[in-house]
């Protein structure tokens, strides 16, 4: 399975971004799809997850009033709409594939099956 990232790009704050995740095998609506984000000197965090079926949602706390994730297992695409950006949601972005069909509890980026090539995201004026 490999895993595809698009939509970054530079936005100013207040605007909205889609970021896509694309699979290339059909096992991918089989497993739980993650986005993580790492800025510049920190740590990769989880900021969102997608159960087979859309069954569960996690959106962490800094992003959960503004993303919104989903996806369509026909086109094998996970989405990630980013609206209400702001300087901090500037990083680099990934999609990661889960070994399992539910999203895990923890957030970090230990143990997944595959992961994306990354897509930059700037938010600045």
């Known amino acids: 399975l490999r895993l595809v990232e698009s939509g970054g790009g530079l936005e100013r704050p207040g605007g909205s971004l889609e970021l896509s995740c694309a699979g290339t095998?059909?096992?991918?609506?089989?497993?739980?799809i993650a986005w993580f984000r790492q800025a510049s000197g920190k740590a990769r965090e989880r900021i969102a997850c997608?159960?087979?079926?859309?069954?569960?949602?996690i959106l962490v706390e800094s992003v959960k009033d503004r993303f919104a994730i989903s996806r369509d297992d026909a086109k094998k695409t996970v989405y990630l709409q980013m609206n209400s950006l702001k300087p901090d949601d500037t990083a680099s972005y990934y999609c990661?594939?889960?070994?399992?069909?539910?999203?895990?509890?923890?957030?970090?980026?230990?143990?997944?099956?595959?992961w994306g090539q990354g897509t930059q995201v700037t938010v600045s004026s």
């Open positions: 997608i159960s087979v079926g859309s069954n569960s949602i």
């Open positions: 990661a594939a889960d070994v399992q069909s539910t999203c895990r509890s923890r957030g970090d980026a230990e143990g997944y099956r595959t």
């Open positions: 095998e059909w096992s991918f609506p089989y497993y739980a």
